[in-house]
């Protein structure tokens, strides 16, 4: 549908920006290209390129020489949070970290449905068969996967953002975490999911930062 020549530039950013955040542009696809855009648009070559511009300076979109634009994250919220947990210490990301799983955990103790309770429950099943496996980048995953699903129980969008933009950072110094032979904190996770199913706030938050203060109480810097 063609644009009126006012705002036109921001029309077309936020038309495209909305293809990321609806999922028809999934991260790490390839968006189409700037003539099937501008066909699609009814915007012109030049305003579809600084749409495009845009959204790659917020850090949504990345251009790739030869191959193309990628969708690389879903809101401008995740990928700056993301940058900033970059360039920070470990001890002040840990501490963000268990700032929002605790917060995550007493909301999800409140807010999850019956099909967030299996979900956790299938995913502590994928962490323990992960520790088993020896794959530690399979841990990483799994480990994730789990508290991923915390969050998204809370059903607040903003908060899984937020932890997206963290989580991606931290998986990248967690391997050291996820490295021995023996899970210490399986059990731990299991009381932390337990806590969330029977709908128990104060424990679920409590064992949340069980789990992350040894770390945080670890890191030098």
């Known amino acids: 549908m063609p644009f009126d020549r006012a705002g036109l530039g921001t029309r077309v950013t936020e038309l495209f920006r909305s293809q990321v955040t609806d999922g028809t542009w999934p991260l790490g696809s ?58 920070t210490s470990r001890r002040n990301s840990l501490e963000l970290r268990l700032a929002l799983d605790a917060a995550s955990a007493r909301i999800a103790a409140q807010r999850r449905t019956e099909a967030d309770a299996d979900f956790l ?46 989580l991606g950072v931290f998986e990248e110094v967690q391997l050291h975490d996820v490295a021995g032979d023996t899970d210490d904190l399986a059990q731990l996770h299991a009381d932390l999911v337990d806590a969330i199913v029977t709908s128990d706030p104060d424990r679920a938050a409590a064992t949340m930062s069980t789990l992350l203060q040894p770390l945080i109480n670890q890191a030098t810097s």
């Open 121 to 166: 429950r299938a995913l502590l099943a994928e962490r323990e068969a992960a520790w088993k496996s020896g794959d530690l980048h399979e841990r990483v995953r799994a480990d994730s996967a789990l508290h991923r699903a915390v969050v998204a129980a809370t059903h607040n969008p903003l908060l899984e953002d937020v932890y997206e933009g963290l």
């Open 30 to 87: 390839k968006i189409p290209t700037e003539p099937e855009l501008v066909e699609w648009s009814g915007a012109g070559r030049n305003t579809v390129r600084e749409a495009i511009g845009a959204l790659v300076t917020a850090g949504i979109l990345r251009r790739e020489q030869g191959r193309g634009t990628f969708v690389v994250s879903t809101s401008d919220l995740r990928s700056s949070v993301s940058r900033r947990v970059a360039s």
